[in-house]
């Protein structure tokens, strides 16, 4: 099971950190990534982290520079840290365990339910 929290209203230029906390099995061994989706728009990609040690991240050219994610294998947590934020970051931000890192980030179908992040101009 993945949980998210950490989503809320924030003003634009602020920042927020999102966690995304697994159970039932230890996550060490797998990628992770963080998507959204804002209302009427497809899910897209945000951020993925390499298995173990994270050593590799990949990020949306929307968010790079401004969102991190990293990983916490010792709590089974992964977090996206997003800096600068701003209105068109606006969505339902889900966490995807176990998907394909190959040059991009493919999901699987291993889902949280989603939390809500709202910027404010």
């Known amino acids: 099971q993945l949980v998210e929290s950490g989503g809320g209203l924030v003003q634009a230029g602020g920042s927020l950190r999102l966690s995304c906390a697994a159970s039932?099995?230890?996550?060490?061994?797998?990628?992770m990534g963080w998507f959204r989706q804002a209302p009427g728009k497809e899910r897209e990609f945000v951020a993925a982290?390499?298995?173990?040690?994270?050593?590799?991240?990949l990020y949306a050219d929307s968010v790079k520079g401004r969102f991190t994610i990293s990983r916490d294998n010792a709590k089974n947590t992964v977090y996206l840290q997003m800096n600068s934020l701003k209105p068109e970051d606006t969505a339902v931000y889900y966490c995807?365990?176990?998907?394909?890192?190959?040059?991009?980030?493919?999901?699987?179908?291993?889902w949280g339910q989603g939390t809500q992040v709202t910027v404010s101009s």
């Open positions: 995807n365990a176990a998907g394909r890192y190959s040059g991009t980030y493919y999901p699987s179908d291993y």
């Open positions: 039932g099995r230890t996550f060490s061994g797998d990628t």
């Open positions: 982290i390499s298995s173990w040690s994270g050593a590799r991240t």
